[in-house]
């Protein structure tokens, strides 16, 4: 049985690899634009380039939420398919 949400998935990169969750352009390029502040103060500027929100920004709590609720709408069926109902 396919258990829901476990934290990697909570993430939302399985969503997001599948075009099935993304930011929107705006929110995108805050992101970017804080990564591109942050990265010479870490010295990561050659790692991979994602958006940055702080933890406890609206944009990382709405998409925690989004993730969790597109998760509870597919388990049923991806349960059924693999035969757990």
Do not use: Q
């Not at 609720?69 to 693999?82: A, T, Y």
């Amino acid at each position: 049985m396919v258990d829901a949400p476990k934290s990697s998935l909570t993430r939302g990169g399985l969503l997001v690899d599948k075009g099935l969750l993304n930011l929107r352009p705006d929110l995108m390029e805050e992101g970017l634009a804080a990564y591109r502040s942050n990265a010479p103060i870490n010295g990561s500027a050659a790692a991979e380039i994602i958006p940055l929100f702080p933890p406890d920004s609206d944009v990382i709590v709405e998409w925690r939420a989004c993730t969790i609720s597109i998760i509870d709408k597919l388990v049923p069926e991806i349960n059924k398919m693999l035969g757990y109902f």
